[in-house]
């Protein structure tokens, strides 16, 4: 039995009251509330490990450690066991922002860079910005307006060797349509594109794994999964080591710092690594022999693979 008494027990804003009435959260889709665990990271965070990173005393190599982990922990989240491959930032957008930016200085004339109707602007506007800059073309994929899934068809048709990159959502943050996209990458890949995950709305409902689906860069937000105002940005190594990114000349050549410019929201991280704990916790208490923290991020939705199709909600990301 799922145990929705102990969830709601891990939650304080499920205590609030409204002249005189138990609240009920229905937004969502704008952002999820947060559980004890990761309320009292950030502030232990803020209050005994508030330093910047690599310094020789305490409170740095303290928070260094955090740091770290938070890495390990989203790795573990995301299907990957190659931690520095996570970058975290300020939100998805401004994470989709750069990586455009940086792409599209691979770009020439006449490449060909695919978006979808289906997709949340945060995964349209900033490629077709960048394709703008560099001279490509940009094709929107339609979608099937009586079921709001995505247009297969349109899809092969647009594809071609001038494409470079095809960006697409995991699951939609309006319908909630859920996208084969192993078989997307598989298509992508078999004429030489990238492809680019916004699964932004699909974390908070199920497990994602980069390995399986092949993909090349995914974001997501972990506002959205029960953590602090964070993004999330994940790339194959051969790529986050090579594009030419954007950053001043203190940021490290390294990963992740490479990606990482400027001080970050050490605290939003350290948050962000108490929400994947919590969604660890949860799955152990439905799966007890969950064998390590993904097995039990896993076990936190049963029968996870099968969403509903439709999940609803619109919010910037």
């Known amino acids: 039995m799922f145990p929705i008494e102990w969830c709601r027990s891990q939650f304080p804003a499920l205590t609030r009251q409204q002249d005189g ?14 559980p004890d665990g990761v309320i009292a990271a950030v502030a232990h965070y803020l209050a005994h490990t508030n330093a910047n990173r690599g310094g020789l005393y305490a409170t740095s190599r303290e928070s260094d450690e955090i740091l770290e982990a938070a890495h390990r922990a989203v ?28 792409l599209s200085k691979t ?31 940009v094709k929107y994929v339609d979608i099937h307006r009586d079921d709001c899934t995505l247009d297969f068809e349109d899809l092969r048709a647009k594809l071609s060797p001038r494409t470079r990159l095809v960006a697409v959502g995991c699951a939609s943050n309006l319908v909630g349509t859920i996208n084969p996209v192993g078989e997307i990458c598989r298509l992508v890949h078999a004429l030489g594109g990238l492809v680019f995950l916004d699964a932004v709305h699909f974390v908070p409902h199920a497990l994602p794994d980069v390995g399986p689906w092949d ?64 969604l660890a916790a949860l799955g152990r208490t439905v799966a007890p022999a969950a064998e390590n923290r993904r097995a039990g991020a896993r076990g936190r939705v049963p029968g996870h693979r099968r ?3 439709k999940m609803g909600g619109h919010a910037p990301r």
């Not at 009435?21 to 509330?33: A, I, K, L, N, T």
Request: charged share 20%; with cysteine; proline share 6%.
């Open 75 to 102: 790795a573990d989240l995301l299907g990957t066991d190659d931690p520095d491959c996570v970058i975290f930032g300020a939100n998805m957008t401004s994470l989709t922002l750069s990586l455009s930016r940086a």
């Open 21 to 34: 009435h138990p609240v009920v959260f229905f937004d969502g889709p704008g952002g999820s509330q947060v």
């Open 107 to 137: 770009w020439r004339t006449g490449d060909e860079v695919l978006v979808t109707r289906l997709d949340h602007d945060a995964n349209v506007t900033p490629w077709v910005l960048a394709a703008r800059d560099a001279g490509a073309e």
């Open 307 to 309: 969403l509903r199709t």
């Open 215 to 278: 993909c090349d860069f995914l974001a997501c937000s972990a506002y959205k999964f029960f953590g602090p105002h964070v993004g999330i940005l994940w790339g194959r190594r051969k790529f986050l080591e090579t594009l030419p990114v954007y950053k001043v000349r203190p940021a490290s050549e390294d990963l992740p710092g490479r990606w990482m410019t400027g001080t970050q929201s050490h605290e939003g991280i350290a948050g962000a690594l108490a929400a994947v704990e919590y």
